[in-house]
């Protein structure tokens, strides 16, 4: 079965900084997705992120990047030149290629706080 | 751009009750899932469904059952609600064969 672990309940990062968030997953899968999701405070949950394990170039959206390194299973991601607006939860979730009709396997979840 | 709507934001409930959350997709999405979100555990999958009348079991099924009559919406039923189902409840759907879900504003319920 796949996991993904969070290792960072909380994060703080001071506006224009950069802040890395940390995740590391689990799966006997050779190909997968992974995902960062957000969740802002009282708002719906966005996609950030996606990384398909096949590429070997990492995922950058705007100031959103990730660090995938697939033989540690990790899946960083980082955010730069940080704004208020990126204040909320951050997930990390795993996804197997062509399985279960798309089942997600989330993260618990990082709390990021962005200081003025 | 997507929506996926459910019905309710917040609703509080009495111990026994029949609670229905309903969520509503526009997009022809094939997959809908069902999520139960609590502080610390992160998302857990209680039951998605993969096309109409289609259902199967997530991680924590138990206390819960769904309907899919209509390809656009996917309804959760605590067929007698306990107070440890007090929780965020999240749904999202996604195209069949496609990766990324897309998340509805989720239902918070109280059960009291």
């Known amino acids: 079965a796949q996991t993904v672990t969070q290792s960072q309940p909380e994060m703080s990062v001071q506006e224009a900084e950069t802040v890395t968030l940390s995740c590391t997953y689990d799966t006997s899968e050779s190909d997968y997705y992974l995902f960062w999701y957000k969740q802002p405070p009282s708002r719906q949950m966005i996609l950030v992120i996606r990384q398909e394990a096949y590429k070997q170039q990492n995922a950058t959206e705007n100031r959103f990047s990730v660090n995938f390194q697939k033989a540690a299973k990790s899946f960083s991601l980082k955010i730069s030149d940080s704004q208020l607006g990126d204040a909320a939860m951050y997930f990390c979730?795993?996804?197997?290629?062509?399985?279960?009709?798309?089942?997600?396997?989330f993260g618990k979840g990082t709390k990021l706080s962005v200081k003025p | 751009d997507v929506k996926v709507t459910q019905s309710s934001r917040y609703l509080v409930k009495r111990t026994g009750e029949k609670v229905f959350l309903e969520c509503v997709q526009d997009m022809d999405h094939e997959n809908m899932f069902w999520y139960r979100q609590d502080p610390g555990l992160g998302l857990r999958l209680i039951y998605f469904s993969y096309d109409v009348k289609m259902k199967e079991k997530g991680d924590i099924p138990e206390g819960y059952s769904v309907s899919r009559e209509k390809k656009e919406r996917f309804s959760l039923i605590l067929e007698s609600a306990s107070t440890n189902q007090t929780s965020m409840y999240l749904c999202a759907s996604s195209f069949m064969g496609k990766e990324t879900q897309y998340f509805g504003p989720g239902t918070r319920l109280l059960v009291l």
């Open positions: 979730a795993s996804r197997s290629y062509g399985g279960s009709q798309g089942n997600l396997i």
